[in-house]
């Protein structure tokens, strides 16, 4: 009895799914991609972009300050009277 009611369960089901509209299949295809991406993880990424982007200056200016660079810098603008 049971094995009936869950074949006629499965049955109603694949029904359900080949009446759905074109709206409900992509609204579930979409809900499923979203669920995928959202188990994503890309903090690695923007940790790698980051460190791309700012070890470069931090290591620029690093240098022009022991350097003495930035006081020359300093030195060179002064506004006198």
Do not use: N, W
Not at 19 to 25: G, I, L, N, S
Not at 27 to 34: A, C, G, I, L, Y
Not at 50 to 72: E, H, K, M, R, T
Request: without cysteine; proline residues 1%; positive net charge.
């Amino acid at each position: 009895m049971a094995e009936k009611l869950a074949q006629q369960y499965r049955d109603s089901q694949a029904g359900l799914v080949a009446q759905q509209t074109a709206f409900e299949r992509r609204q579930r295809r979409r809900k499923e991609f979203f669920e995928k991406e959202s188990s994503r993880d890309d903090g690695g990424f923007f940790l790698v972009t980051a460190a791309v982007i700012l070890l470069p200056a931090i290591g620029i200016l690093a240098i022009a300050y022991f350097s003495g660079y930035l006081d020359q810098l300093s030195d060179t603008y002064t506004i006198t009277k």
